[in-house]
């Protein structure tokens, strides 16, 4: 058993979290199925991309950020070191106002209530688990199975048609020509292939699985494929979800989390409308628990290194509570989901820093290295990825 659970659990629930569900259910109220195949390809991508990091961080014994110090010198390091810490404030940001938002569909908390909650929730169970790897693990993958499980509940009462489902993996040219589908297709790329992820993946994977390092890489390509397959599961299931409802309810508007939790009721029931709450409050805590994990390996780097990982887990999670707090009392919850969309586009804008340093890094650590075809894909989809960003700036 432990041969098949390891980081990729970890790494799976940032695919997950409160973003994607913005993104994915945005996408699918205002285009219907159509955008179901950036999600495949972006997924696909994130695959490769995930392998790439934790090749990195195996071959190399050090983390993407600990790499960019050694590999490119103190000032260009601090600054990808930087970026990579704006980009777990931005993951940060739309974790805290999932969790809070999910609180107050379930019981009706107040949202600043609920992300002072999600800071508090967080430091302790990372304290607790803090020497405690698998059961860190182990706590993740259950809490992700019970949001699969949710999906499937959800999908067999929607019946969402097999034909139009099929019909959005296929490509299309429109989401160019429409600078609103492009922006949202830039922030599923954003919500699926995530910073802090390929951070996180090159740190944690170190010492996770036995064996010789080319049997610890084979083993890790396993685990990040099958984690990430469950991924990809619920980020389709938030869009198929938003464009069943879509079908039924209001055909010519794109809504948010609030709305698809509130037509949720009168299309299928109430106990649909409530697993689809448990479901956000899971994916929004599993996904704090991440970004954290992600911040505190950061902080490292940037802070002295007397301090505690439980004080910059703390510490981070203070600094990200005053954006989700401010963004809150200026915009109000009805822009939430404008915001949670929002910040996945910054992430996807922030891929470069770390995908173009991956490329260096992949040329100078040459056992990393997975193959001619591999290492082309690798620099296909960042160069993809890069002209997207560049293409969004001058569109939207």
Do not use: C
Not at 102 to 110: I, R
Not at 324 to 344: P, R
């Amino acid at each position: 058993m432990r041969r098949w659970i390891g980081p990729g659990v970890l790494v799976a629930v940032g695919y997950m979290d409160p973003g994607n569900w913005a993104t994915g259910i945005e996408a699918g109220s205002g285009f219907g199925y159509a955008l179901l195949w950036v999600i495949f390809f972006s997924s696909a991508a994130a695959i490769l991309l995930q392998v790439a990091a934790a090749r990195l961080g195996l071959f190399s014994g050090q983390d993407l950020v600990g790499l960019g110090y050694t590999l490119m010198g103190s000032r260009l390091g601090g600054f990808l070191a930087l970026t990579a810490l704006l980009a777990v404030m931005a993951t940060d940001l739309a974790e805290v106002l999932g969790f809070a938002l999910a609180l107050h569909l379930l019981v009706g908390l107040p949202l600043e209530v609920g992300a002072i909650f999600a800071l508090i929730e967080t430091v302790i169970v990372l304290y607790w688990t803090a020497k405690r790897p698998r059961l860190l693990e182990g706590l993740v993958g259950l809490l992700t199975l019970g949001i699969v499980g949710i999906f499937v509940y959800e999908l067999i009462l929607l019946k969402p048609p097999l034909g139009e489902v099929m019909r959005g993996f296929v490509p299309s040219a429109r989401v160019l020509k429409n600078p609103e589908a492009l922006y949202l297709a830039l922030g599923l790329i954003g919500a699926t292939i995530m910073p802090h992820n390929l951070y996180l993946h090159s740190a944690w994977v170190k010492g996770r699985f036995y064996g010789t390092l080319p049997e610890q890489a084979r083993l890790t390509a396993r685990d990040t494929a099958w984690s990430l397959s469950i991924a990809f599961f619920v980020n389709g299931a938030l869009l198929l979800t938003a464009a069943a409802l879509k079908a039924t309810h209001t055909p010519d508007a794109r809504w948010g989390i609030q709305e698809a939790h509130r037509l949720f009721e009168p299309s299928v029931g109430k106990a649909a409308a409530l697993a689809f709450a448990v479901a956000l409050l899971l994916a929004g805590h599993n996904a704090t628990l991440t970004s954290t994990l992600t911040g505190q390996l950061i902080l490292e780097y940037l802070l002295p290194s007397r301090l505690s990982a439980f004080w910059r887990g703390l510490l981070l999670r203070s600094v990200s509570l005053l954006p989700a707090l401010l963004a809150l009392l200026i915009w109000g919850s009805e822009h939430l989901s404008d915001m949670l969309v929002l910040s996945q586009v910054f992430l996807s804008l922030q891929l470069p820093f770390v995908l173009i340093p991956m490329l260096y890094f992949l040329s100078r650590i040459r056992a990393a290295s997975f193959g001619r075809i591999g290492h082309t894909l690798v620099w296909l989809i960042s160069l993809t990825i890069v002209t997207l960003n560049i293409f969004l700036l001058f569109e939207v």
